[in-house]
């Protein structure tokens, strides 16, 4: 029962971590408008979320490796209650960047540890359902974050809409440090600074960079379908239902895609999954119909995120797994900061948000090379090619 109890804390701090990083996306509408900003500075806002992670990742995992799963997780989800506590006292967009980039520190250290710490507890079948339900519980958080924040910041303004941010953290934190106890396999283990081998480093860092390009362009068709929709005309009940389809249908897609990779190999899998998000995506920036095209992207192109993260957590032993992870989400973090950047430059020169959404699909189609690269190196004696 322990394990479920774990996995369930991990799976709503994965929640918080998508529902912090929508917030900004959500109330763009009204935070452009009040900050006089360009699509290029508002994209820069929302990657201030994961400004830092590029530069902590691989510290905060040999924290981990040094002084325990435990202190790191739960400081990281005290630190993202701390930063929506900053998010709704700023005046302006750059005390919602600081509190953004301090939350965002808090969510590298939950998310760096959490691959590893359901690694420990699962094996097998069990893994792969595990790290599905986690990768599942993030763009959960980004279609809470639609739901709630507009009627909140109507009735009681944008700040007030921000500090509902400091939610999911803490009842996160709550579950985690009531349930968590290290597995005494785990803690048999020396406390030394471990490093991969040339060749784990190798498949991490090209694992991180798929997660990376499959992330940055997925979060960049939510962040700017609000404001392409509500460019367009539609109202906020479209675009809340819009957003609700392309996040939530998440939670069953990758769920199943998971067993479906396990049967027919997750190859296939990832194949088509990547080519309904990049139609769905351009079909959303280029056509209406928004509502087909998000149930492409939401749940036909959501049926791989399990695979990639089975690719990244076991591309390192055991014994490596917490720096490994640590490598890993630098290099997500590096194109997690730019690649709102970029979707936002792509609007400013293409002359609206529909710009964003395009680039968004540009960027998710790098993933097909990259995944074809690590199944090439990787050892097909392994669970990892087979994945």
Request: glycine share 14%.
């Amino acid at each position: 029962m322990r394990p479920w109890l774990i996995l369930a804390s991990l799976g709503l701090a994965r929640v918080a971590f998508g529902y912090q990083f929508q917030a900004v996306a959500t109330l763009g509408p009204d935070l452009v408008g009040l900050f006089h900003l360009s699509y290029t500075a508002f994209g820069s806002l929302i990657g201030a979320y994961m400004l830092m992670g590029m530069f902590v990742a691989l510290p905060l995992g040999f924290l981990g490796r040094r002084f325990g799963d435990r202190p790191v997780l739960a400081s990281g989800l005290a630190l993202m209650v701390v930063g929506a506590a900053f998010d709704a006292s700023a005046t302006g967009a750059s005390g919602i960047a600081l509190g953004r980039t301090i939350g965002g520190i808090g969510a590298v250290a939950m998310i760096v540890l959490q691959g590893k710490i359901i690694a420990d507890f699962f094996t097998g079948k069990r893994f792969m359902i595990a790290i599905s339900v986690s990768a599942c519980a993030f763009p959960v958080g980004v279609g809470l974050a639609q739901i709630v924040l507009p009627p909140v910041a109507r009735a009681f303004g944008w700040q007030a809409a921000l500090l509902t941010e400091a939610v999911p953290p803490a009842l996160a934190l709550t579950l985690f440090l009531l349930s968590y106890r290290q597995p005494a396999a785990v803690a048999s283990q020396p406390r030394g600074l471990s490093w991969p081998t040339k060749r784990e480093c190798l498949l991490v860092v090209i694992a991180g960079a798929i997660w990376s390009a499959y992330t940055s362009g997925y979060s960049g068709y939510t962040s700017y379908l609000p404001s392409t929709l509500t460019a367009r005309g539609e109202s906020l009940t479209m675009i809340g239902l819009v957003l609700v389809i392309a996040t939530w249908g998440n939670v069953p897609a990758t769920m199943l895609g998971g067993g479906l990779a396990a049967r027919f190999g997750g190859l296939r899998i990832f194949l088509i999954a990547n080519a309904a998000l990049v139609i769905g995506m351009t079909g959303t920036a280029l056509t209406g119909g928004p509502i087909g095209w998000a149930f492409l992207v939401g749940v036909l192109g959501s049926i791989h995120p399990g695979v990639i993260m089975a690719v990244g957590t076991l591309s390192a032993r055991p014994e490596n797994r917490a720096v490994g992870m640590g490598l890993f989400y630098s290099v997500y973090y590096l194109g997690g900061t730019v690649g709102p950047t970029l979707c936002g430059y792509a609007a400013d020169r293409l002359g609206g948000p529909d710009g964003g959404v395009l680039a968004a699909a540009a960027i998710s189609a790098v993933t097909v090379p990259l995944f074809l690269l690590h199944r090439k190196l990787a050892r097909h004696e392994t669970m990892l090619a087979r994945a």
